[in-house]
Nanobody, 111 residues
Framework: VQLQASGGGSVQLGGSLRLSCAASGIIFSSDIMDWYRQAPGKQRELVAAINIRGNTNYTDSVKGRFTITRDNIRNMVYLQMNSLKPEDTAVYYC??????WGQGTLVTVYS
């Protein structure tokens, strides 16, 4: 099983980034997929989740700014992040509900 996250980078306050996660070795279409993040000195937190029907959930701090989507044909999950804030700075991890983690991609938002 492999979850390969990409798309992180440095962006100015108010900017946008799109994270991508490519999944292999799992029956992608049957699993809930999530994005977590871990900021320096803080615990890892769930940012967004999407189930097999496309129903989504978000942590309160990103509602209205982030959008999680999935492509069950390409085995991809995405996190579109808009109106980024410095407090969004973290390593973002793709996660599969069966317990598999991607390697993380760093997002840095500067003011």
């Amino acid at each position: 099983v492999q979850l390969q996250a990409s798309g992180g980078g440095s962006v100015q306050l108010g900017g946008s980034l799109r994270l991508s996660c490519a999944a292999s070795g799992i029956i992608f279409s049957s699993d809930i997929m999530d994005w977590y993040r871990q900021a320096p000195g803080k615990q890892r937190e769930l940012v967004a989740a999407i189930n097999i029907r496309g129903n989504t959930n978000y942590t309160d701090s990103v509602k209205g700014r982030f959008t999680i989507t999935r492509d069950n044909i390409r085995n991809m999950v995405y996190l579109q992040m808009n109106s980024l804030k410095p407090e969004d700075t973290a390593v973002y991890y793709c996660h599969n509900a069966r317990g598999y983690w991607g390697q993380g991609t760093l997002v840095t938002v500067y003011s």
